[in-house]
């Protein structure tokens, strides 16, 4: 499976990048990936500070899967943040998380995520969720234009 476009994994568990990254590989799935250990980078990443010698910002990634509960900047507040602005409201955002909490179910859709999928435990299960979200996300979807690139 390829796609266009690079993978931005939001989580600050170690383990469970390494985990995404392997369902990746084990899916065929080649694109890119960055990853971003907590909120405050993702949005680093995202909006490069405007400094002299910052440069433009770069390409934006063509999915974002995103960890809800992490430090400094949690994934909430990132996702709001995403939406907020006209150059990311439309990314492909998919909250990937341990989290079953039905107030961060409808939270996270009322600030505009795409999908809300949970972390199956066993690795097989989180195999065959990886491989759904590449499909579609990154092969199936139609992305909205992005006016501000």
Same mark, same amino acid.
């Given at each position: 499976?390829?796609?266009?476009?690079?993978?931005?994994?939001?989580?600050?568990?170690?383990?469970?990048?390494t985990?995404?990254?392997?369902?990746?590989?084990?899916?065929?799935?080649?694109?890119?990936?960055?990853?971003?250990?907590?909120?405050?980078?993702?949005?680093?990443?995202?909006?490069?500070?405007?400094?002299?010698?910052?440069?433009?910002?770069?390409? %934006?990634? =063509?999915?974002? #899967? &995103?960890?809800?509960?992490?430090p400094? !900047? @949690?994934?909430?507040?990132?996702?709001?943040?995403?939406?907020?602005?006209?150059r990311?409201?439309?990314?492909?955002?998919?909250?990937?998380?341990?989290?079953t909490?039905?107030?961060?179910?409808?939270n996270?859709?009322d600030?505009?995520?795409?999908?809300?999928?949970?972390?199956?435990?066993?690795?097989?299960?989180? %195999?065959? =969720?990886?491989? #759904? &979200?590449?499909?579609?996300?990154?092969? !199936? @979807?139609?992305?909205?234009?992005?006016?501000?690139?």
């Amino acid at each position: 499976m390829t796609a266009d476009g690079r993978i931005l994994i939001v989580d600050d568990s170690p383990d469970d990048v390494t985990l995404t990254l392997r369902a990746l590989r084990k899916n065929n799935i080649t694109n890119a990936v960055d990853i971003a250990a907590d909120g405050e980078e993702a949005l680093r990443r995202l909006f490069p500070p405007d400094e002299p010698g910052a440069g433009q910002p770069g390409a %934006l990634p =063509a999915l974002i #899967l &995103l960890d809800l509960n992490m430090p400094k !900047v @949690n994934g909430l507040e990132v996702l709001r943040t995403i939406r907020s602005h006209p150059r990311t409201r439309y990314l492909p955002v998919v909250v990937l998380t341990t989290s079953t909490e039905e107030r961060d179910i409808v939270n996270t859709y009322d600030l505009g995520a795409n999908s809300f999928v949970r972390k199956p435990v066993a690795f097989d299960e989180f %195999l065959e =969720a990886v491989r #759904l &979200l590449g499909m579609y996300w990154l092969l !199936v @979807n139609r992305p909205a234009g992005r006016l501000h690139d």
